[in-house]
């Protein structure tokens, strides 16, 4: 689920920004052709709830770096976009995901914009049932 989660984003992301603007999922090994996005995941995790079912919360960190260093004005405009594109994104089975909890933070000239998305799991019912069952009772006479 995670890994849809992540291409979500960046197909996301894709559709938005086009072509023109990288978009890396997790690292870059050789450095970074810019304008470009970074989805970084950071801390996710799973609690149980009633039953089969689990909550997961998935929060990430889209980094994005300019094509010029130092154009703050580029940073704002991304931003106040990244607000309204990653608000929903679709996964490729089709499924909408809302995004919670979003804010931004400039460091060292980079955007990190944070999201975290949460789905609700449902594991599978591994319990064999059985296929027949014959009972015999008798009654005491009495």
Known sequence: MIQEIVD??????????????????????????????????????????????????????????????GDNQELVRVADRLFSTLEFITLQNGEQMHGYDMRTETVDGVLHFFVQYNAFLTRPNDVQRMEELDVQTTTKEG
């Open 8 to 69: 979500g984003v960046a197909i996301t992301l894709e559709n938005e920004f086009g072509e023109e603007y990288e978009i890396y999922q997790y690292d870059a090994k050789q450095g970074l052709s810019t304008p470009c996005f970074l989805i970084l995941l950071l801390e996710p995790s799973r609690r149980r709830q009633i039953g089969r079912r689990w909550r997961q919360d998935t929060p990430l960190d889209i980094q994005y770096f300019p094509a010029q260093d």
